[in-house]
Structure formats: C-alpha cells, structure tokens
C-alpha cells in the first residue's frame, strides 16, 4: 500500500488592523520648508503573517499643505508652500491606514500634530512713513517753553509683520543734522526727547533719521522726522504733521 502526502496550506485571515508604532507623533515644521521635502515618516506595519502592504492617506487632504510621497510608502511631505503669518499656527491631521489583507482589508485612523514655525522674513515697519514738525524759537534759536527733562517730540512705533516678532522690535537713533547731542530715544517705547533747549535759528530746519531693527534685519529706508524751526508769537510752541493729517500741540 502506497503512501500519500496532504499538504495542507493555512490561509492567514486579516484579523489585524495596521499598527502604528509613532502614533500621535508631533513635529515643527519650518515655513521656509521647500515643497517636497519630508515633514514626517508614518512608522507602521501589518501584524497579520501575511504582512501585507500598507497604503496611507489624509483626511481633508485638499485642505492641507501636506501629502504622502508616491515612491516612499508612509512619508508624509509638504505639498504647497508655508506661511505662518496667514495659516493657522498649528493643525492637526488625521491619517489612515490600511492594509490589503483578506477577506477584507483593515485600517487604523491617528491623529499627528503639526506646528508652523515662524521665520524672520520681513524687516520691521514703521506705522508712518514721515513725520514732519513744527517748533517755535525764539530770535536766538531759544525754545520758550522748555522743561528739565526736554521736550517730547513723540512717540515712533514700528511692527514686525512676521508672526512671532512684534515684541522684539527696537527704534535707534540713525543720524541727525545737528552736531550736539540732542536727542534722546527709549528704544523700546520710542519714545523721543529734545534734550537741547537751543536747537537752531527761525526759518531753519533739522531732520532726524530713526531706524527699526528686530535684532537680525533692519528698516530697509529710515525714517525721517523733519523740525521746521518757527519764529515765535504763532500761539503754539510744537505741532507735529502726519502723512494722515495735521495736529497742534499748544
């Protein structure tokens, strides 16, 4: 009596969905990021025998500046470029991932956290481009009404248009047509002070030119403040002009 051989072959039933082994991952992503590059890699795998290949896809994917690469399974890279100072600061993003097993596939949904990193792009700016001044002298270049502390001029403002910069802004005193000494500048409320009680004679005028730094890139262009220097009796000792209008200070 001859022998017989049975072989039999066991069928591995897709009873497992994916395993993601870097679930709930964080990462910081640079605006400045060329599209294209990888932002993060999906670590998972099948725990089935079968170990099947996995395919990745993103919830709401038209509305993301994310994908996942065609040649690197589970490489989620930047598809359009980043701005932090019109997208949200952070998002997050929800990923699937399913296998290819049978009778039927399975999948595994994780959500990834993604922060937009700001980068210093822009110069600081200022809230006006020039200002210009009136101050009453007296015959000599005498201001009448001068205090010990000085004479404030005003106070000079510049924004940073880059999303996390405003607070490091910083105004310096550039240069000045007058020889002394005159002026004085709070860099941090820009604040400015005419320290000097004779500045110049009447029908004279002396320019100031401030700068704004956030401490890496400086004001492209300063700004100019010009003092046009007025005989006295006109009933007002400083007045200050705007691009937006005209004020007087008695």
């Not at 991952?25 to 996995?54: H, K, M, Y």
């Amino acid at each position: 009596m001859g022998d017989s051989k049975l072989v039999i072959n066991i069928l591995d039933y897709n009873e497992h969905s994916p395993a993601i082994l870097n679930d709930g991952a964080e990462c910081s992503i640079a605006e400045n990021l060329p599209v294209g590059s990888e932002v993060l890699q999906i670590e998972a795998r099948d725990p089935d025998f079968s170990a099947t290949r996995l395919s990745f896809s993103l919830f709401d994917e038209d509305k993301l500046p994310l994908c996942f690469s065609t040649n690197k399974p589970g490489s989620m890279i930047l598809k359009t470029p980043l701005d932090a100072e019109t997208m949200p600061m952070e998002f997050h993003v929800k990923v699937k991932v399913s296998d290819s097993g049978r009778p039927f596939s399975r999948s595994m949904m994780d959500i990834y956290l993604n922060r937009i990193i700001d980068i210093n792009e822009f110069s600081p700016v200022f809230v006006e481009k020039s200002y210009e001044a009136q101050l009453v002298v007296t015959p000599s270049g005498q201001i009448q009404t001068f205090a010990p502390s000085g004479l404030e001029l005003g106070r000079f403002f510049a924004e940073d248009l880059d999303r996390d910069g405003s607070s490091a802004v910083k105004i310096r005193l550039a240069s000045t047509t007058v020889s002394r000494p005159c002026f004085k500048l709070d860099s941090d409320t820009g604040r400015l002070q005419l320290i000097c009680s004779n500045i110049g004679l009447p029908e004279t005028s002396i320019n100031v030119n401030l700068e704004a730094t956030d401490g890496e890139l400086n004001l492209d262009q300063p700004f100019e403040l010009k003092i046009n220097l007025e005989k006295a009796g006109y009933g007002r000792v400083y007045s200050k002009s705007f691009d937006r209008g005209l004020c007087f200070l008695e």
